[in-house]
C-alpha cells in the first residue's frame, strides 16, 4: 500500500509562487510514475503535470512554462512549482500515484489565489 501526502498549498496573490510537495510512504516510489491533478469547483478533476520513474515530463497545455514537475527519489517526493499563478489556477491540487494498472491518490492541498 503507497500512501500520499501533499503539502504547499496555500494562499497567494496573482503572479505569485508555490511549491507543492508529496511525500510517499513506502520503498517503490523510485518505479512509481508521479502526477499532479487540480479540481476547481463545480469542474472535473483535470492533469496538470506527470513525470515518469526516468523523469519524462508531460504538463496540460494550461501550465507550460509557468509550473514545473520534478522528483526526487531520495526524498520519496514529488514536487509541483508553481509560477505566475493566476486566479484560474485555484483549485485543490491532487498527487497521484501509478504503478501498472494500480493508482494512488493524496488527500489534495488547497491553492486560491487571490485577484
Known amino acids: 500500500q503507497v500512501q500520499l501526502v501533499e503539502s504547499g498549498g496555500g494562499l497567494v496573490q496573482v503572479g505569485g509562487s508555490l511549491r507543492l510537495s508529496c511525500v510517499t510512504s513506502g520503498s517503490i516510489f523510485s518505479i512509481l510514475h508521479m502526477g499532479w491533478y487540480r479540481q476547481a469547483p463545480g469542474k472535473q478533476r483535470e492533469l496538470v503535470a506527470t513525470i515518469t520513474s526516468s523523469g519524462d515530463r508531460n504538463y496540460a497545455d494550461s501550465v507550460k512554462g509557468r509550473f514545473t514537475i520534478s522528483r526526487d527519489n531520495a526524498k520519496n517526493t514529488a514536487y509541483l512549482q508553481l509560477n505566475s499563478l493566476k486566479p484560474e489556477d485555484t483549485a485543490v491540487y491532487y498527487c497521484?500515484?501509478?504503478?501498472?494498472?494500480?493508482?494512488?491518490w493524496g488527500q489534495g492541498t488547497q491553492v486560491t489565489v487571490s485577484s
Open positions: 497521484n500515484a501509478r504503478l501498472v494498472s494500480i493508482t494512488y
